[in-house]
Nanobody, 122 residues
Framework: QLQLVESGGGLVQPGGSLRLSCAAS???????IGWFRQAPGKEREGVSC????????YYADSVKGRFTISRDNAKNTVYLQMNSLKPEDTAIYYC????????????????WGQGTQVTISS
């Protein structure tokens, strides 16, 4: 079965850090991968993307300078390191095969996984 599995979410205080993982199962993760999030009552938004062709990374303005996307091909995994977390970062985070871009950071292609909950609260 081909799927992406997100993990690493949790409850942290404002200013804290988390590292999310997006692991591929059943296929090699040689695609561009985007991280997306959906907060309660809001639409899902792309927050970061990493290109498969040149490793270029893209970030939404709201996370630029705080989040870092990376990939480990040996582990077939893409990561999202999140630092200086804010309450407004609270959301369910998803990864998906995506098209990366400057205007629209990430456009999802294909299906969604279960996501991982990130809650920022004191």
């Amino acid at each position: 079965q081909l799927q992406l599995v997100e993990s690493g979410g949790g409850l942290v205080q404002p200013g804290g850090s988390l590292r999310l993982s997006c692991a591929a199962s059943g296929f090699t993760l040689d695609y561009s991968i985007g991280w997306f999030r959906q907060a309660p009552g809001k639409e899902r938004e792309g927050v970061s993307c990493i290109s498969s062709s040149d490793g270029r990374t893209y970030y939404a303005d709201s996370v630029k300078g705080r989040f870092t996307i990376s990939r480990d091909n040996a582990k077939n995994t893409v990561y999202l390191q999140m630092n200086s977390l804010k309450p407004e970062d609270t959301a369910i985070y998803y990864c998906a095969i995506a098209l990366c871009g400057r205007t629209v950071v990430a456009r999802p292609v294909g299906s969604w996984g279960q996501g991982t909950q990130v809650t920022i609260s004191s």
